[in-house]
């Protein structure tokens, strides 16, 4: 096997994973583009929120396979961005926030009957990652955070042109994770360079972790996008599982 990456080298390896973040999934297109339905935007946050409330399940997951006393006191933060810490409240209330924004009772969020089986899926694929594999490795597939605060960014800008419907105090989750987001990269690349750097061979197990995760979050575009469709064949509507 040839030399590994320089760290330069191997730091853009990663980064050129970008082409394929769920930014360019034609959900994503058309929510930026201002074409999605007021249903289809509903349905996108109801699926997001079983996304949203099993992240510190898997930094949680994190936690519990490191030893290292210093990444647990950096990665625990991310547990209380999103539970939230005292009074303060954290990300997933933020979520149930932006459900209101966009039309929805607390409780159509936060009961998680319009989650599609395949967002469920690809959510527990990734959280089962997290327990089973190795805590350097799990730092490693949150690396698409990298491409993040573009996607934030283009929602704080698009939506109120796009969306004017849209409270736009729900937009807080997304100002939220900018600066959450860049922080976490911050700590988890370094890591991720550091451990995967020994050989050409960890190198490249490193992208293919991070393929993964783009994977998880493509799969949970396509899932909403479907379950949200309203395609008919033969006047029978197929797109809901039935209950
Ligand atoms: O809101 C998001 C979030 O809290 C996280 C945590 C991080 C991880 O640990 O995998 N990834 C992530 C992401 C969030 N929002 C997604 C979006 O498009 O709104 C992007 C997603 C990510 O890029 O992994």
């Not at 939220?176 to 922080?183: C, G, I, S, V």
């Not at 988890?188 to 995760?213: H, P, R």
Request: glycine share 6%.
């Amino acid at each position: 096997m040839s030399a590994p990456w320089t760290r330069k080298e191997f730091e853009d390896k990663l980064r050129e994973k970008g082409k394929g973040y769920h930014i360019y999934h034609p959900f994503h297109v058309m929510m930026y583009e201002g074409k999605l339905s007021k249903e289809q935007l509903q349905s996108w946050v109801m699926n997001r929120f079983y996304y949203q409330i099993s992240i510190p399940l898997k930094d949680a997951a994190i936690l519990s396979n490191c030893p290292v006393k210093e990444i647990r006191k950096e990665w625990i933060v991310r547990i209380l961005d999103h539970d939230g810490e005292g009074d303060a409240e954290g990300g997933i209330e933020a979520w149930i926030n932006l459900g209101r924004a966009v039309g929805l009772k607390r409780e159509e969020v936060t009961s998680l009957e319009g989650v599609s089986p395949g967002v469920r899926f690809a959510v527990d694929a990734y959280i089962n990652f997290a327990k089973q594999r190795t805590w350097q490795e799990s730092v490693c597939s949150s690396l698409t955070e990298l491409f993040a605060p573009h996607i934030h960014q283009q929602r704080i800008s698009s939506w109120p042109e796009m969306y004017p419907w849209i409270d736009e105090s729900g937009l807080s989750y997304f100002k939220k994770r900018l600066t959450e987001a860049r922080r976490d990269v911050e700590h988890g690349l370094g890591v991720t360079l550091d451990y995967f750097s020994t050989s050409k061979e960890m190198q490249e197990k490193a992208l293919d972790i991070l393929q993964f995760k783009i994977n998880v979050l493509w799969v949970i575009a396509d899932s909403i996008m479907l379950a949200s469709s309203n395609i008919k064949v033969d006047d029978r509507d197929y797109m809901r599982q039935p209950k």
